[in-house]
């Protein structure tokens, strides 16, 4: 068993770390204080780390990517989310749908929308499933026509026409192409009446709404959808009509790079909590004593570090499963495990920073706002059931 | 004889500010540009509708005009305001509490005669305790049962001048109540041990400035004070045993009412979360009627209750000094114990109560992120809960420190 990283792997760790330490660190927390949640979003470090590799980078070399591998993805992911968790989000944001173009989109897809993306420095992809009346129910739907998503797809023509909204959707304010769930069928379940369309940002009768102000993970962008009367061309479809939930066996993309994202991301949080910590208990003096050389201490220390590392154990070997095409319910126990994981790394990371007379370190309590964004993402109920649902599903008690 | 029972009285007060609250402090709260971080402006009219109701004044004697509420009916009072909006229930609690504690007893009679009519009578007259300061070691830490010596302790001065009155100098930092507070009890050096000074807020040489909501890093009302060469009679200091009442290491003053106001958010998350698993439909049922998340309200209101009550036997500690539950001797730190198991157990109730609302959990322009932020601000503010553990182990080993 090896756990050494190649020389490409450490170019790019090298590469990833650089820049977060240069380009998104000086800017993250001025950029997390901004009141306004649309005005929070940044241009220029998106287009600083496109010129170098990141936004591109899952794309094949044949298509004109990086093609790098998913270990590699994960330890990009987690050293950029170390300066800043939701600048590293916005990046990887690409990735995962770069998988599903790479998977399952047509020649004439792919020439109409990756191109445009590998050249354009501000071509980020969206997604859009999540409606007001379903969120929960679209990623474990409870089998009934009334649950799920409702965004309604009518094919007219060569044409589909889409009415309805969608909410909460990443990058929704600045993505230039979205992948969207529709319901094709609304007599059906969700699982055998949705279909995956893309829709361009200049589509008519589409746009986007409401810019949602969160408490954490605030340069994200989450904005509602608005379809009016919008129509795309059928040529746009990814897959078959109603097709989008059918399950696919050894697809990779959406659910599965996701599990892995929020993992290698998170783990970015724990190392920054740990950085700045450590920093503090080094310099910081009571009763003429560095913090550091108190027991209570560390013992925090000593819990944020064994916590990370064992994440970060986890997240490696989910990345390497992925790179084997191994599929098993790793990728999502690891998403859930980081939740509670994260959680309680940046938790304690502020418990080492109280002090009476002093207000919080900002850095240290937008760490702590971040990690809370996982648990209505990666460590919800429905998270969790899903990947126990899984495990109890498995034929046969599996050795690794 | 163990009764849980509230009296008529504490019920009757308890429903006037439910109902207070739910007509008038629960739809401005919940309003979005309350619930941001930053520049959250004090409702002062709902501050000074609720000091009509007697609630600014509620420790004060009855002789004196006050209701003479006891420690436990003022956490009643806490909790209920704070459960309708933080601010307004921490600037009324600092107030009530050291309204009762400097006007019933540490106050000698030619004091109080000075400043009860003003106090009594004037709906804005809000009082401040200005005993911290930025360079300020008040952590245990490394003096855990030794005395290091190097603890940095009081650095505002005050010093007789020639007519005996006190010349005083100095900054206090991160004050409760500062900005709102016409009079401020400020702990003193006095050169010959620590002394609380009465200092009226319009005493020349005195300035207050309000600090910012950096993130929102405090509740209520908060400002810094400075003092240069601020002068007060020479009747102004109080007696010996205020340092102690008000502010020594073993002084449980006003924790159980900020513990309640606590429980006051903890308790608002938790029935907004009820409300809303009973409505809201997801996989094919109301998410109440699903197990995982019954499981988690029931763990909320597990959570509420087990700090209620440790709350409030601290609360009754503090009425009865000699009648301490089960005989114990030494008796019992309670309101150190009920700061552990509320910081803790507030935190976790809000974050399971948000978790109920999936994605509106973190939105800001609803309350359940603002219920998280507040109950992490309770969990940070002073020197946290690790150091609240040693001292209660230095307590109940009956570790005496001078």
Known sequence: MDFLLNQEQLAWQEKARKFAREEIAPMSLERDAILDPFDAFDWEIIKKGSKLGFRTAVVSKEEGGHGIDFVTQAIVMTELAKADSAISKTFSQCWKWSHLIAAVCNEDQKERFLKPFLTDDTFVFGFGATEPNGGSDNRMPPGDVKSGLRLAGVIDGDDMVLNGDKAFIANGSIAKLFFIYVRTDPTVPIAQGTTLVMVPRDTPGFRHGKVFNKSGWRFYQNAELIFEDARIPMTNLVGEVNGALRRREGEVGGDIFGDLELTANGLGICDAACDKAITLVRERVQGGVPLKDQQLIQLKIGRMKMLTEALRSYAMRVAWEHDQEIHSTHAGLAMNLATDTIQEVAELGMEIFDRAGLPMDRGIDKLVRDTFIWSHLAGDTVQRLKVARRELSQAQFQLI | ?402
Not at chain 2, 101 to 108: R, V
Not at chain 2, 335 to 357: G, L, N
């Open chain 2, 1 to 402: 004889m163990y009764d849980l029972r509230l009296s008529e009285d504490q019920l009757a007060i308890r429903d006037m500010v439910r109902d207070f609250v739910a007509k008038d402090v629960f739809p401005v709260s919940t309003m979005p540009d309350r619930l941001e971080p930053f520049d959250v402006p004090l409702a002062m009219d709902l501050v000074d509708a609720a000091a009509e109701l007697g609630l600014r004044t509620l420790a004060l004697s009855e002789d004196a005009g006050g209701a003479g509420a006891d420690t436990l009916t003022c956490c009643i009072v806490a909790e209920e305001l704070a459960a309708g909006d933080v601010d307004i229930a921490s600037v009324l609690a600092t107030t009530a509490a050291l309204g009762g504690l400097l006007f019933n007893q540490l106050m000698n009679e030619e004091q109080r005669d000075r400043f009860i009519t003003a106090f009594v009578e004037d709906a804005r007259y809000h009082l401040a305790l200005a005993d911290r300061e930025a360079d300020m070691d008040t952590a245990l830490g490394v003096d855990y049962y030794r005395d290091t010596g190097n603890r940095i302790g009081v650095a505002t001065t005050a010093r007789q001048n020639d007519n005996g009155e006190w010349v005083v100098n100095g900054i206090k930092t991160r004050i409760a109540n500062a900005p709102v507070a016409k009079l401020f009890a400020v702990l003193v050096d006095t050169g010959s041990g620590s002394g609380i000074l009465l200092i009226p807020s319009d005493t020349a040489g005195l300035t207050v400035s309000e600090v910012e909501r950096d993130g929102g890093w405090y509740v209520g009302s908060c400002g810094d004070v400075a003092f240069k060469d601020c002068t007060v009679s020479g009747d102004n200091m109080l007696g010996a045993g205020a340092v102690d009442a008000l502010s020594g290491p073993g002084c449980d003053f006003g924790l159980p009412q900020n513990q309640a106001i606590n429980l006051g958010v903890g308790r608002a998350a938790f029935e907004a979360a009820t409300e809303y698993s009973g409505v809201r439909i997801q996989g094919g049922r109301r998410i109440v009627e699903h197990q995982a998340i019954g499981a988690k309200l029931a763990e909320v209101l597990v959570n509420l209750e087990t700090t209620r009550s440790a709350i409030w036997q601290a609360a009754w500690a503090a009425d009865n000094p000699d009648g301490e539950p089960a005989g114990n001797f030494p008796p019992l730190p309670r309101a150190m114990i009920s700061q552990i198991v509320t910081a803790e157990k507030i935190y976790r109730a809000t974050k399971d109560a948000a978790e109920c609302f999936g994605a509106m959990g973190v939105m800001r322009d609803m309350p359940l992120q603002k219920y998280i932020h507040i109950s992490r601000v309770f969990l940070h503010t002073g020197d946290g809960n690790a150091d609240t553990k040693l001292r209660i182990a230095e307590a109940v080993a009956g570790h005496s420190r001078s």
